[in-house]
């Protein structure tokens, strides 16, 4: 389960994986950084860290230490906002080069070779409609339990921090997000909260046969192509890393 960062904590991480100062604008999050750049910037300040640079000047192991430290989770943090962000941007803009069938809006292509969501799997092979897929994904989402009532639940926070943290929330700002910059959660008990609300939420592929798209013996089935075609896709990458 990924952790959510403000957009103050990842410019805070760039500038100590980029060695700047100034502030940055936040497109350059969301458009200017990437992956091959943010390693390149890592590997020259993992550099200045080492040891042997400062024989002369007798530093402190113990703070290049905490500055290696810092870097490296500076880094991880910048990589699995990268790796997230431009997920969610291929699944936003993959209707621009999909194949449709006539006016169903059922795939006809090729099922990509990246692992896929099981909701998507059934789309990319071709069972489900994309906006069939859309519906699902909409219920799915709407059946989980809201993260404040998980929160209060577990005794992390009360109504009364509930109500204000709606009250104050900013624009497009997930609820859990807020919690985090005001101090009434950490990161790691989002994490589980999040962890614990994808658990209750219902399985999309109930919705499919609820609504009469599948069956329950075509959904054993699919749920078995579904495994096998991740793991086909994860072997093969995998055996790609080891050339």
């Known amino acids: 389960m990924s952790v959510v960062h403000s957009s103050s904590d990842l410019k805070e991480a760039c500038k100590i994986v980029f060695g700047i100062e100034h502030d940055l604008p936040t497109n350059f999050l969301y458009h200017s950084l990437q992956l091959s750049g943010l390693k390149s910037a890592y590997r020259q300040r993992i550099k200045e860290c080492h040891p042997d640079l400062f024989q002369s000047v007798q530093i402190d192991n ?18 699995k906002f990268i790796l997230a962000r431009d997920q969610k941007n291929r699944f936003k803009n993959f209707t621009k080069n999909i194949h449709w069938n006539s006016s169903q809006n059922y795939y006809t292509g090729r099922i990509p070779q990246t692992i896929l969501p099981f909701g998507r799997y059934l789309y990319f092979a071709g069972i489900v409609s994309f906006q069939s897929l859309i519906n699902a994904i909409t219920w799915q989402r709407r059946q989980r339990p809201p993260l404040g009532q998980l929160a209060r639940n577990a005794g992390l926070i009360s109504d009364r921090e ?73 072997s093969i990458k995998n055996s790609k890393k080891t050339r």
């Not at 919705?207 to 329950?216: D, E, M």
């Open 162 to 234: 509930i109500t204000h943290i709606l009250k104050i929330k900013k624009p497009r700002e997930k609820f859990g997000a807020c919690a985090i910059r005001l101090g009434y959660l950490s990161e790691r008990q989002l994490q589980i909260l999040l962890r614990k609300q994808q658990l209750l939420q219902p399985k999309i592929g109930s919705y499919f046969v609820k609504n009469g798209l599948i069956s329950h013996e075509q959904l054993k089935k699919l749920l078995r192509d579904h495994i096998l075609h991740n793991w086909m896709v994860t």
């Open 62 to 79: 113990t703070i290049l230490e905490e500055k290696t430290k810092r870097l490296n989770e500076a880094f991880e943090k910048l990589k």
